[in-house]
């Protein structure tokens, strides 16, 4: 009888648990389509207001080449290209290349950001010294920096798109390495005195402590950098001359948006979707890793 | 509970990307295996080549695509790597820093290369004429090269700019002084919106797009009849456009001279299968990028076609006077500090070799039968 009773409590409460998932599912869901509403809802009322009152702000005219509907630009998605694929596809195809330098990217400038960070961690001379040089490179426009890199690594036979992922990396290492820094310096200085007292080592200290107190800066970096390595990723392709990727696509309907505004919008859609894709696996990376992180800034 | 409120919309929006990305995957697996195929013959080992194209893929560029297709660099033993341009990449330099043997571009910007110090040579002029035009709107009134003073004149700057100043200073218009000069960007949107009185069109990719696009005001296509297009060539300013060129100390030995001849034969011949099969040819250059616009590219074909044939030299072959009226363009703009000399600046001697290669073969070089085909316009280029 007492387990029977038990049971019965256990699925009572089970299955009160799941209604309660299923609501909160359903009311996150309903969130999300409300959003969703409210912006095409802010998009089409803008474009109806502007082509009503003859809208000109400056040079920006409102008509069906300046704002498409979206429901064309998306409807465009599911249309064939010349070659017979659905734009969809080849936008896919296009955005998985350019997901692979941006990921081959963001991993080599993120590692670098990391080590960087771990030095200048260890000695406020290099820290004096070299940070200036890091906020400097910063400053130089990734287009300036892209052609260069280009050149350099392809005439030392390397693929056109290893280079894009160096540029991808140019823009990733900085957040990392700046963020890490500072999650590095933040250590509990009572766990570090303590450690010191043991005399642990400098490396049991960074491991044991420096490291797990970063991990929130580093993941809060990471997430600027996910989206930053897309943004290297796609500008890096025009210079490399590459075809394959979001880049090209969008040099090719910038060209043609006067005729066919529809398919540069869309493009820069599945670019954005990319970069959403990026962060959210930079946050899904950040709750299986940092267990016990205090915030969470999603 | 927290943990939840992250993790499901994240996991849901990853797994629809894996699943897309599997359905896109699908059909994509054929590129990237490269050359290397089945070519394995007896004879010796192709040679491995590269050239530089001026933009990225498009019709401009069809006998480079055809002469891969149709497996004539194949036939003169030749492994050819087509590298498609971009808005940063100078083909000059990539030839000059040893990514490429083979590059393409205007002969202006050879000739201001050249100048700077760099050594390079042209070998062949693919494009006996120039398709670079200034448009305006009809109903402005502006039917005259003259009546652009005072109005506000688009042109791609950076070294596309010459060939509109010759005309400009032709009719008695100083460039800098007589007309506003604005920085035209890859487009047409400023034509189309009016915010410029004329814009500078390439025969065979801008005018095209004005054409494709809908007048919102009628919901109609614009057409030719709203138009007013004035071509270099006609103005007498139609400096020479894309060519071959070389680096000069690469083309020096005797073994490069044979692959050289050997890749204008391979191209000659592929530039003539697409003025004998403009469909076919339009065909390859989809296959090679795949968002570009089937009708636009008809369009492209047709009118790049035109700018190579009918070639009264043969093609490849310079034409004396073009040159004459492109260095003379180079020396009173101010392209070059030096008049360039002829015999540096390009050799005919490899394309016509490659030519008689050609005739031998009974196949047509001149293309003097060739006509223009009437190419529908068709909306956005589809």
């Known amino acids: ?103 081959v990217g963001f991993a080599m400038g993120a590692a670098i950001g990391f080590l960087i960070a771990i030095v200048l961690v260890h000695s406020g001379l290099l820290q004096r010294g070299l940070l200036p040089y890091i906020v400097a490179s910063q400053t130089i426009p990734i287009l300036a920096v892209a052609p260069m890199v280009v050149v350099w690594l392809g005439g030392r036979g390397l693929p056109g798109w290893f280079s894009v992922a160096v540029i991808a990396a140019y823009l990733t290492f900085f957040p990392v390495a700046i963020n890490t820094l500072r999650g590095l310096q933040s250590a509990d200085p009572r ?26 800066y580093l993941f809060a970096a990471f997430k600027i950098s996910a989206t930053a390595s897309i943004v290297g990723a796609i500008i ?50 950040e709750r299986l890793i940092v267990r016990r992180a205090p915030e969470h800034v999603a | 509970m927290k943990r939840s409120r992250f993790l499901w919309p994240a996991g849901l929006t990853v797994a629809l990307l894996l699943a897309l990305a599997a359905c896109g995957g699908d059909d994509g697996g054929s590129d990237g295996s490269g050359g290397g195929g089945g070519d394995t013959t007896a004879s010796a080992d192709p040679d491995k080549v590269t050239v530089q194209l001026k933009w990225v893929t498009q019709a401009q560029f069809a006998g480079y695509y055809a002469a891969q297709e149709q497996g004539y660099f194949e036939d003169e033993n030749l492994d050819v790597t087509i590298k498609p341009g971009g808005p940063d990449i100078v083909p000059e330099q990539v ?65 596309n700019e010459h060939k509109l100043f010759a005309a400009l200073t032709k009719n008695g218009l100083d460039p800098q002084k007589d007309v506003k000069i604005v920085a035209q960007p890859f487009d047409m949107n400023l034509f189309l919106n009016r ?8 025969t065979y990719n801008e005018l095209a797009q004005v054409l494709e696009a809908k007048n919102p005001d009628t919901g109609e296509l614009y057409t030719l009849d709203e138009l007013n297009v004035f071509k270099m060539s006609d103005l007498g300013t139609g400096a020479l456009e894309d060519g071959v060129f070389v680096r000069s100390d690469w083309i020096q030995d005797e073994g490069n001279q044979d692959i050289a001849k050997r890749f204008l034969k391979a191209t000659f011949k592929g530039w003539i299968y697409c003025r004998d099969n403009p469909s076919d040819c339009v065909d390859y250059v989809l296959a090679e990028g795949s968002v570009l616009k089937k009708g636009h590219q008809a369009w492209q074909m047709n009118e790049v076609n035109a700018l190579i044939w009918p070639a009264p030299l ?61 190419v529908e316009v068709t909306e956005g280029g589809e």
């Not at chain 1, 998932?21 to 409210?38: D, E, I, N, T």
């Not at chain 2, 915010?195 to 390439?202: G, T």
């Not at chain 2, 363009?329 to 540096?344: L, M, Q, R, Y």
């Open chain 1, 236 to 285: 890096g392709e025009l210079p490399a001359g590459i075809q394959d990727g979001l880049g090209g696509a969008i040099l090719n309907f910038n060209q043609y948006y006067a005729s066919s505004p529809d398919d540069l919008w869309a493009t820069n859609l599945i670019a954005a979707l990319l970069g959403l894709s990026f962060f959210l696996l930079i946050v899904l990376a």
């Open chain 1, 191 to 216: 766990a570090l005195e303590l450690m010191q007292s043991y005399a642990a080592s400098r490396w049991a200290i960074l491991w044991k402590l420096r490291v797990p107190a970063s991990l929130p």
């Open chain 2, 95 to 159: 030839v000059l820093g040893g990514q490429a043997e083979f590059g393409l571009n205007w002969l202006d910007n050879t000739l201001a290369t050249r100048d700077q110090g760099g050594e390079i040579i042209n070998i062949a002029q693919v494009y006996t004429r120039s398709g670079m035009t200034e448009v305006t709107w009809k109903d402005t009134g502006i039917d005259d090269v003259k009546k652009l003073a005072g109005k506000k004149v688009g042109v791609w700057l950076g070294g």
């Open chain 1, 1 to 103: 009888m007492p387990v029977m009773a038990s049971a019965a409590v256990a699925t009572e409460r089970w299955s009160i648990l799941s209604a309660d998932r299923v609501r909160r599912g359903a009311s996150q869901g309903a969130m999300l389509l409300g959003v969703l509403a409210g912006l095409w809802a802010l998009w089409e009322g803008f474009k109806w207001f502007g082509e009503a009152v003859d809208l000109k702000i400056g040079v920006f005219v409102v008509d069906d080449r300046t704002l498409p509907h979206l429901h064309s630009i998306v409807a465009r998605l599911f249309e064939p290209t010349a070659v017979g694929d659905r734009l969809l596809t080849v936008l896919l195809e296009a955005a998985l290349f350019t997901a692979k330098e941006a990921a």
């Open chain 2, 195 to 202: 915010e410029v009185d004329s814009a500078a069109a390439m």
């Open chain 2, 314 to 374: 043969g093609i490849g072959v310079m034409d004396p006077e073009s040159w004459e009226v492109t260095k003379q363009i180079a020396v009173d703009f101010g392209i070059v500090k030096n008049e360039p000399s002829d015999d540096e600046t390009f050799r005919t001697d490899l394309a016509e070799a490659a030519m008689q290669e050609l005739m031998d073969e009974d196949v047509d070089v001149h293309g003097e039968d060739w006509q223009p085909e009437e």
